[in-house]
T-cell receptor
Framework: AQKVTQAQTEISVVEKEDVTLDCVYETRDTTYYLFWYKQPPSGELVFLIRRNSFDEQNEISGRYSWNFQKSTSSFNFTITASQVVDSAVYFC?????????????FGTGTRLKVLA | DAGITQSPRHKVTETGTPVTLRCHQTENHRYMYWYRQDPGHGLRLIHY???????DKGEVSDGYSVSRSKTEDFLLTLESATSSQTSVYFCAAARDSNTEAFFGQGTRLTVV
């Protein structure tokens, strides 16, 4: 079974704090892809990052960083020095194209509130 | 992005009426998807398509049907709308099944 769990429903931080959003996935496939999306209050879904299962290097993009650990089936997302504009719902997703299906399985999302 | 346009953006309809939502993409992506977003449930897959006339069910497909007669268009039909289908519907498209999916702006559907 394929599943994505985002256990944190809502997180509130004060501006400039660091925050980590957790994502745990389940899959039996050895080849899979993980994604993060941002949904700001305006409602659109914005793609942030894609990672394949063979690349465990951490990724950094400005204040954003991602930590992929196959040993714990986790793909966590950290925002450093958070800003009010980071307030959004963040979704983690999984795809397993080698399983013969072509679905993207999403977690339930984490709502991040950054307070000024 | 994949130039994805959803129409209509907002719709109010009565229980029992059929409703069709349209998704149009301009990038010739092979894969297209319909999701619904509800509080506490995140994004749930309704149906998806892996080519013209090739579609399959997602996890919440009951009460919905889809059609894809052209690469660029993916239609979602609610055969007989119910209040439980009040939701925000998102269409997505992806070039390959291992690349990122890009989303439309969403359609807010209210069934009264």
């Amino acid at each position: 079974a394929q599943k994505v769990t985002q256990a944190q429903t809502e997180i509130s931080v004060v501006e400039k704090e660091d925050v980590t959003l957790d994502c745990v996935y389940e899959t039996r496939d050895t080849t899979y892809y993980l994604f993060w999306y941002k949904q700001p209050p305006s409602g659109e879904l914005v793609f942030l990052i894609r990672r394949n299962s063979f690349d465990e290097q951490n990724e950094i993009s400005g204040r954003y960083s991602w930590n992929f650990q196959k040993s714990t089936s986790s793909f966590n997302f950290t925002i450093t020095a958070s800003q009010v504009v980071d307030s959004a719902v963040y979704f983690c997703a999984l795809s397993n194209p080698d399983s013969g299906t072509y679905k993207y399985i999403f977690g339930t999302g984490t709502r991040l509130k950054v307070l000024a | 992005d994949a130039g994805i346009t959803q129409s209509p953006r907002h719709k109010v309809t009565e229980t029992g009426t059929p409703v069709t939502l349209r998704c149009h993409q301009t990038e010739n992506h092979r894969y297209m998807y319909w999701y619904r977003q509800d509080p506490g449930h995140g994004l749930r897959l309704i149906h998806y398509s892996y080519g013209v006339k090739d579609t399959d069910k997602g996890e919440v497909s009951d009460g919905y049907s889809v059609s894809r007669s052209k690469t660029e268009d993916f239609l979602l039909t609610l055969e007989s709308a119910t209040s439980s289908q009040t939701s925000v519907y998102f269409c997505a498209a992806a070039r390959d099944s291992n690349t990122e999916a890009f989303f439309g702006q969403g359609t807010r559907l209210t069934v009264v």
